[in-house]
């Protein structure tokens, strides 16, 4: 049933997709659609293809890094390095990635951002410079610095110090997008916090910030967030 289906179906259908999942753990002669089919799924879609294909990761490993040296554009650099990201995260040929990754990851669709920071949260390490790089670039437009901090503000999550730098750097419109994720980790983000806002003001500090922007907004948001907490 599944042979026929797969068979019968039209190449874009779910039907023969979802044949070719069932079958392609006894049947390597699916991987080559599969592997097309990966390169044109959404990342919603991506994301569950991905947790089917576990035991032809080592073709798909190989298939994407050959697709990647490439230097192929378009879709096709996220879709290939998000294989490597659920499979491969620790080649060290991710070096040559992180920025193209980073310049894809700041123009996906907006609602599909979610499902592609989830699909690169593996090696979310390796991608932070290059995104907070696009942070950075004020002349690279809202749009792009919006998505590159919603990127930042997920895969520093886990460290309080990096965001506590990253919101003393950030402009007053973007503190109460990364705010909550330093109050997460209670007294030692507001501690975090108090040290990244004592380093900012500094006169010679690199990372300072403009006062009014900088001194009036995040010191109200620190006393926010000391009384959250008490």
């Known amino acids: 049933i599944l042979q026929t289906a797969f068979q019968d179906g039209a190449d874009d259908s779910p039907e023969k997709l979802r044949a070719g999942l069932a079958l392609v753990e006894f049947d390597k002669s699916k991987i080559d659609f599969l592997f097309e089919r990966l390169q044109s799924a959404d990342a919603q879609d991506l994301r569950v293809i991905l947790t089917l294909l576990g035991p032809v990761q080592e073709q798909l490993v190989k298939r994407s890094w050959e697709l990647l040296n490439r230097g192929e554009i378009d879709r096709t650099p996220l879709h290939a390095a998000a294989v490597l990201a659920a499979y491969d995260p620790h080649d060290p040929r991710w070096i040559d990635l992180d920025e193209r990754i980073a310049n ?25 410079a290059d995104l907070d790089k696009k942070f950075s670039q004020h002349d690279a437009g809202d749009r792009v610095r919006n998505v590159a901090l919603t990127l930042l503000v997920d895969y520093m999550a886990d460290d309080p110090d990096q965001l506590a730098t990253l919101v003393s750097r950030a402009d007053p419109r973007h503190f109460s997008q990364c705010i ?41 948001q620190i006393r926010d967030a000391e009384g959250l907490i008490s």
Do not use: C, Y
Request: avoid cysteine; proline fraction near 9%; aromatic fraction near 4%.
């Open 104 to 128: 894809g990851l700041v123009r996906v669709p907006l609602d599909q951002l979610g499902a592609w920071m989830s699909l690169f949260r593996p090696v979310r390490a390796r991608l932070i």
């Open 180 to 220: 909550p994720a330093i109050k997460r980790h209670g007294h030692g983000g507001v501690k975090a916090l108090r040290e990244a806002f004592d380093e900012a003001t500094r006169p010679n500090s690199v990372h300072r910030a403009a006062p009014p922007q900088l001194e009036g907004r995040v010191a109200t």
